[in-house]
């Protein structure tokens, strides 16, 4: 049996798209059961729509605290009937309470080689320090931002002339791998928090 795993985004969704079309195999140990956004115009909507995947638009400025909407959230993601969650490019902060309740079951990917280059920023920061290589990683969430147990990275180079679009864009292409590679590691038992 497949495990179903709730994917939240807040725009693009091309993550999102990979592990949709990867669970879309036989034998991938896991399935999309719903995409979830803050945002109602976020553009994987459509993609997730179009695969016939249940869609749901939680609007945080709807909600008069974090708690709240975290809250809401939580119950939302449970009657989904999901067992993990990925965070692909969900560009909200959760709180402890909520992260808790997730433990090992929620994982992020972050465009950067962790520890390294956390935050919003990390294709532009990792330039901006002169790096030679950069890269992405799926860790496991927890309370603190981008700082979870890493279960996979994978890297490239910063090539002399690179602009935060262009790294930006080769990195993407190794997260779109990798992403889809973690969560079937962790569908299957294969890494645990
Ligand atoms: C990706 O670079 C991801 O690593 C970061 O946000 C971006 C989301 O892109 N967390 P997309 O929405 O999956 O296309």
């Given at each position: 049996m497949k495990k179903k795993v709730a994917v939240l985004i807040s725009g693009r969704g091309s993550n999102m798209q990979a592990l949709v079309e990867a669970a879309a195999k036989p034998d991938y140990p896991a399935e999309v059961c719903a995409v979830i956004s803050n945002k109602a115009d976020a553009k994987g909507l459509v993609f997730a729509a179009a695969k016939k995947i249940p869609t749901h638009v939680l609007d945080h400025k709807t909600f008069e605290s974090r708690d709240a909407f975290d809250t809401a959230l939580h119950d939302l993601i449970k009657k989904t009937g999901a067992e993990f969650v990925c965070l692909a490019g969900f560009m909200r902060l959760l709180t402890p309470g909520f992260t808790r309740k997730w433990e090992g079951k929620m994982i992020n990917i972050h465009p950067s080689l962790l520890p390294l280059f956390k935050g919003a920023h990390a294709?532009?920061?990792?330039?901006?320090?002169?790096?030679?290589?950069?890269?992405?990683?799926?860790?496991?969430?927890?309370?603190?931002?981008?700082?979870?147990?890493?279960?996979?990275?994978?890297?490239?180079?910063?090539?002399?002339?690179?602009?935060?679009?262009?790294?930006?864009?080769?990195?993407?292409?190794?997260?779109?791998?990798?992403?889809?590679?973690?969560?079937?590691?962790?569908?299957?038992?294969?890494?645990?928090?």
């Open positions: 294709q532009r920061d990792a330039i901006e320090a002169g790096a030679k290589e950069s890269g992405c990683t799926v860790h496991f969430v927890v309370a603190e931002m981008d700082s979870g147990p890493i279960i996979a990275q994978a890297k490239v180079p910063v090539l002399p002339g690179d602009t935060e679009e262009t790294l930006s864009a080769r990195i993407l292409k190794e997260e779109h791998t990798l992403y889809p590679a973690a969560l079937a590691k962790l569908a299957r038992g294969e890494v645990r928090m």
